[in-house]
């Protein structure tokens, strides 16, 4: 069973009511038995349970609640657990309160509410592989918002423009500065795209990296190709994102490690690998996290004008003790991507660089395309 966990990642594919490595997080505290809340809201949430019939509700904290910031401030995983334990997340009838929470994801900036439960808030901080945990939960029923959204204007023109695809209106909007995170607010709380509905949370995530990143590696296959072979690596939270990028036309490969005695890690390393020429065929097994570090490869080569071969390992130690999200792949592998890159002639000296940085060069034996590589010849090698 231990096989399947790095590909679950606490989606429940075992078929037990809980999964038993994230269990150990689920503890008492004390919470403040209170049956309403007026401060901050920087967020919004939608939930998957009883869908087509789902329920959105803010998620209510006064202290920061975005993942750059806690990476550029320093955050440990403790503070950032910490943060996300005392945050409540509401719930209820998308069709009640859906106004307000579209209101909360337009703006830029945290928004004031009232919000009233029908019971006290309760305590359960629930981990999994895509969303960032939450640790306390409230029924609403009511939600006021106290105060105007700051909206960005090309938010306010996308969102006003009811004939805009939802696939355009995101690619419009990062085009546009609009950062993944906002982005991905509007799609989850149905404020994009011609028939607009609300989207579950944990599928939008993934949903605006995937419409980005299709869009970006088509215009990276129109672009000349790399002329040297390039390693870069930076490591957020115990996770390890190490890219090689080498010159060809676009093909994307993800290796991702998790060590002896990680979290989804067994009694040796659990490997799982995927990869795309230009078109990816089906979801995944590696879940967000391939989406993720593909937006990151593709932002790169699409500011230095290259298209690239890319091999992404992702290699995940023990001191990774909680999961934390996708977010932690997207900004481990914008950390490296925003790093000085090694550059080499070779690719067998790029290879053995990323050894280097990886402590191992055991990825090699997982990788389909460095072995495509090392034995074909391309237009692009002559």
């Avoid at 809340?37 to 202290?63: E, H, N, W």
């Avoid at 006290?120 to 592989?129: K, Q, R």
């Avoid at 949903?207 to 072979?229: H, I, N």
Wanted: with cysteine; charged share 20%.
């Amino acid at each position: 069973m231990k096989r399947l966990c790095p590909e679950c990642k606490g989606r429940g594919m075992c078929g037990l009511p809980r999964c038993p490595i994230t269990s150990r997080f689920y503890e008492s505290v004390r919470v403040k038995q209170s049956d309403s809340y007026m401060g901050a809201s920087p967020s919004v949430f939608v939930g998957t349970k009883g869908y087509p019939r789902i329920q959105a509700g803010p998620l209510l904290i006064d202290d920061p609640d975005t993942p750059p910031l806690w990476v550029r401030e320093g955050y440990s995983i403790e503070e950032i657990v910490g943060v996300r334990a005392r945050t409540i997340r509401g719930s209820g009838e998308t069709a009640k309160h859906l106004d307000r929470v579209q209101e909360i994801a337009l703006s830029a900036t945290p928004l004031d509410v009232e919000v009233a439960f029908t019971r006290p808030i309760s305590f359960n901080l629930t981990f999994d592989g895509t969303l960032t945990p939450v640790g306390l939960h409230g029924e609403m029923k009511k939600v006021d918002v106290l105060d105007n959204a700051r909206t960005p204007r090309p938010v306010e023109r996308v969102v006003a423009d009811t004939d805009l695809k939802a696939t355009d209106a995101v690619r419009t909007l990062y085009g546009q500065g609009v950062d993944v995170y906002h982005i991905t607010q509007l799609l989850t709380s149905g404020l994009l795209g011609i028939r607009r509905k609300a989207v579950p949370t944990r599928w939008g995530i993934t949903a605006v990296d995937d419409m980005l990143g299709s869009a970006l590696k088509q215009t990276a296959a129109r672009l000349s190709p790399l002329e040297e072979f390039m390693v870069f690596s930076a490591t957020i939270y115990g996770n390890q994102i190490t890219c090689i990028l080498a010159p060809g036309a676009w093909h994307y490969e993800m290796i991702e490690i998790w060590e002896k005695g990680s979290l989804w890690g067994g009694d040796g390393d659990t490997v799982v690998v995927d990869g795309e020429r230009r078109r990816k065929q089906g979801y995944s097994p590696i879940a967000g996290a391939y989406y993720s570090a593909r937006l990151a490869i593709l932002d790169y080569l699409n500011a230095i004008g290259r298209s690239a071969r890319a091999i992404v390992i992702r290699k995940v130690s023990s001191s990774y003790w909680a999961p934390l999200g996708t977010w932690v792949i997207r900004e481990a592998a914008r950390s490296a991507m925003q790093s000085d890159p090694q550059v080499y002639p070779t690719l067998r000296e790029a290879a053995a660089a990323a050894s280097i940085c990886l402590g191992s060069s055991g990825w090699e034996a997982y990788s389909n395309l460095m072995g495509e590589m090392q034995s074909q010849k391309t237009l692009f090698d002559f």
